[in-house]
């Protein structure tokens, strides 16, 4: 009888070791799944991340050749404004002739 009480209190300790490993599995199995879903977000971000630097590349690469092209445009800018004013000078003398007449 001895043997018997001994026996099971031993399978009462084994139980509760058993019932204490499944709840530390419960725990591992919801910390490996909360490591999958950030790993999957990490793997977003990284993924946006990529296409911002090659986007941000693009624009570098533009301003480059805004920068580059910037001197042609400032020369150009000055030949409008100068046929405007003679535009605007051409004009005005036309009018003081007519005014003259």
Known sequence: MKEFTELAGKLMS????VSEIK??????????????LIEERQTVT???LERAFVAIS?????L???ERLAPMN???RI?????V?????????????????
Do not use: C
């Not at 084994?14 to 070791?17: A, G, N, Q």
């Not at 693009?58 to 533009?62: A, G, K, T, Y």
């Not at 004013?85 to 007449?101: C, P, Q, R, S, Y």
């Open 14 to 17: 084994l139980h509760e070791d």
């Open 23 to 36: 709840g530390a599995l419960k725990d591992l199995t919801s910390a490996i799944t909360k490591l999958a």
């Open 46 to 48: 990284n993924a946006a």
């Open 58 to 62: 693009r624009v570098e690469d533009r």
């Open 64 to 66: 480059t050749e805004l």
């Open 74 to 76: 400032n020369q150009s």
């Open 79 to 83: 030949w409008v404004e100068l046929f």
């Open 85 to 101: 004013v003679a535009l605007a000078g051409a004009a005005l003398m036309f009018i003081w002739e007519a005014v003259k007449k």
